[in-house]
């Protein structure tokens, strides 16, 4: 089955210890991106990649980082997590950024940090 | 950058009721989908639709891009649609922006 697989899909942690959110995709799509989604400011793209080796900021990626090593797999780092990023995570991908194809969204990973 | 407005806001319905969603989108876009939230927060994809008519069971999707509007459209409503319904847009600028979305339709279907 075509898909996007995070995990973890619920993770409580504390501020200051590093995380990894992990993303895989089996359709062997270029383009992979992660987004956050808090009530009153909708969904915002956090960082994106245009296949391996290529990322780049997106609207909010400030206390985050990704790695593209793998086609498959896009990696949300976050090294020093602090409260104001609880929220619920989306990773993303599609064929080609530059074109118009559909996206296809994980499950969605929903972080607590106290 | 573009702007993506939905309406309405919040729909209250009962069971075996139709609604009709609509989407506004401030300029030309190259990728124009539907998502249904549901509570338990995960994204379904429910039509890739930049233009044209598209339907799948109860729900269809219409895009006029001219006019830069589309439409959800769910018949014969069940709880199970219960949640909140984005659309989303890639504007055809080139980049690799990824999707803006609305604010989303709140939709409440009571037994």
């Known amino acids: 089955e075509a898909q996007v697989t995070q995990n973890p899909r619920y993770l409580i942690t504390v501020t200051g210890k590093k995380l990894t959110v992990t993303c895989s995709q089996n359709?062997?799509?270029?383009?992979m991106s992660w987004y956050r989604q808090d009530p009153g400011l909708g969904l915002r793209q956090i960082y994106y990649s245009m296949n391996v080796e290529v990322t780049d900021k997106g609207d909010v990626p400030e206390g985050y980082k990704v790695s593209r090593k793998e086609k498959r797999n896009f990696p949300l780092i976050l090294e020093s997590p602090s409260p104001n990023q609880t929220s619920l995570y989306f990773c993303?991908?599609?064929?080609?950024?530059?074109?118009?194809?559909?996206?296809?969204f994980g499950s969605g990973t929903r972080l607590t940090v106290v | 950058g573009i702007q993506v407005e939905q309406s309405p806001p919040d729909l209250i319905l009962q069971e075996g009721a139709n609604s009709t969603l609509r989407c506004n989108f401030s300029d030309s876009v190259n990728n124009l989908q539907w998502f249904h939230q549901n509570p338990w927060g995960q994204l379904i994809n429910l039509f890739y639709i930049p233009s044209g008519t598209k339907q799948n069971g109860r729900l269809s999707a219409t895009t006029v891009a001219t006019e830069r509007y589309s439409l959800l459209y769910i018949s014969s409503s069940q709880t199970t649609d219960s949640g909140v319904y984005f659309c989303?847009?890639?504007?055809?600028?080139?980049?690799?922006?990824?999707?803006?979305f609305g604010k989303g339709t709140h939709l409440i279907i009571q037994p």
């Open positions: 993303a991908s599609s064929l080609g950024g530059y074109t118009n194809y559909g996206y296809t």
């Open positions: 989303a847009v890639d504007d055809s600028g080139g980049g690799a922006d990824g999707l803006t």
């Open positions: 359709m062997n799509h270029e383009y």
